[in-house]
Nanobody, 111 residues
């Protein structure tokens, strides 16, 4: 049974940093693509960053240069380092692992 668990959300002032983590289990030895999405109140869920598991990483334009996705070696565990946070980054952040969703973690950026 696949499980996806996010952690690390919280509240921070503009310009601050947070680090989110996502751990996926139930894939055996298979390394899967892992993707971060976010959903602000009243808006659709949008893609933020991707780690393919095969060395490819990608980011949506609004977070390039501020967010960094990284993977623990040979594991289905990824981290999203978020720096220079802005109020518009406020959202629930979700991790998707090969089609399976986590429960989400709240990120609030406010002064």
């Amino acid at each position: 049974q696949v499980q996806v668990v996010e952690s690390g959300g919280g509240s921070v002032q503009p310009g601050g940093s947070l680090r989110l983590s996502c751990a996926a289990s139930g894939f055996g030895d298979r390394i899967v693509a892992m993707t971060w999405f976010r959903q602000a109140p009243g808006k659709q869920r949008d893609w933020v960053a991707l780690d393919s598991g095969a060395g490819y990483k990608s980011y949506t334009d609004s977070v390039k240069g501020r967010f960094t996705i990284s993977r623990e070696n040979m594991k289905n565990v990824v981290h999203l380092q978020m720096d220079s946070l802005r109020p518009e980054d406020t959202a629930v952040y979700y991790c998707n692992s090969d089609g399976h969703w986590g429960q989400g973690t709240q990120v609030t950026v406010s002064s």
